[in-house]
């Protein structure tokens, strides 16, 4: 019987795939089915994918758009979901790595606590797997606790100051994703995790646990340092924020989201001197300085 289902979305992951999916196939649960889409990957990340699904065919399936052409991480996503038979969703990227008992205690915690849309964990930012320094980031502003519609969208990143979750480490129920109809197709990379969690915060319950399940690669090649590292960050933002509020409007949103919403579009149209004095821009330009240096380090 499928309870979870996980889904993997991949392109061009060549390096890192293998340890992903083993980290899945580890797992101390099994009553779960794990659907790779492929998004039009031209490296040797597909015939890895075909072979995992005629391994596992109790597991495993491969998913692909018509033509096995490339239409970015939200549709990949969408792709996943809309094949997806279990109830409680998770999600893996490419590069990272599960602990053993990641589907075990979030399950059992989804289970215990019903009401709960949307659970996310302590993070492992995860540098030694290059020699460097890990570190453990909580997701949320408050541990070990429901926290009620909307507060987790006035409290996270990116308009309040709490770490936002990694979709790598989230279990979110099948019916609060259908609720708010998945990812929004429009966001191909980037902000693209962000814009599906702010429909959940603003429409179901969620739980940030103190627990750590996940094992977050930092590395240059990933598409956090690209946006970063390439000066995109201002531009991507901004375009999460207009299409937040147009959302917000159309749906009938929280008046204070909408309030917070338009107060961080204003900032974000100061001048871009002004623009590194502000929050967002403090966290942005502090981000892109730690990946450069990370990459320094990766690289020798």
């Not at 606590?113 to 890990?134: C, E, F, H, K």
Request: with cysteine; charged share 20%.
């Amino acid at each position: 019987m499928v309870e979870v289902s996980i889904i993997c979305i991949f392109y061009n992951a060549e390096e890192f795939f293998d340890e992903a999916i083993a980290s899945v196939l580890d797992q101390d649960y099994a009553r779960f089915e794990l659907l790779l889409v492929d998004d039009g990957s031209v490296d040797g990340t597909t015939a890895k994918a075909l072979a995992y699904a005629e391994a596992y065919p109790s597991y495993v399936r491969y998913l692909a758009h018509p033509g096995r052409v490339n239409r970015g991480m939200s549709a990949a996503r969408n792709l996943g979901l809309a094949h997806a038979q279990g109830d409680l969703v998770t999600f893996i990227d490419a590069d990272d790595r599960w602990r053993r008992n990641k589907l075990s205690e979030q399950v059992a915690l989804m289970t215990a606590q019903p009401q709960i849309g949307m659970l996310a964990g302590t993070v492992n930012y995860w540098r030694s797997w290059a020699g460097g320094q890990d570190r453990l980031v909580h997701t949320g502003h408050r541990l070990d606790a429901l926290v009620d519609a909307p507060e987790a969208a006035l409290a996270l990143y990116p308009l309040g100051q709490a770490a936002a979750a990694c979709p790598s480490d989230v279990m979110i129920r099948r019916s609060v994703l259908e609720a708010v109809n998945g990812f929004e197709d429009s966001f191909t990379g980037s902000f693209e995790d962000i814009a599906l969690f702010s429909k959940i915060f603003v429409t179901a319950p969620v739980w940030f646990s103190s627990a750590v399940w996940l094992d977050y690669r930092i590395h240059p090649t990933s598409s956090v340092s690209g946006m970063l590292g390439g000066g995109l960050y201002p531009q991507r933002r901004r375009m999460f924020l207009n299409w937040c509020y147009s959302w917000l409007r159309q749906k009938g949103g929280p008046e204070a989201v909408l309030r917070a919403t338009r107060r961080q579009l204003w900032r974000d149209r100061l001048r871009p001197a002004t623009y590194r004095h502000t929050a967002a821009g403090r966290l942005a330009f502090a981000a892109r300085d730690w990946l450069r240096q990370e990459g320094r380090a990766t690289s020798r």
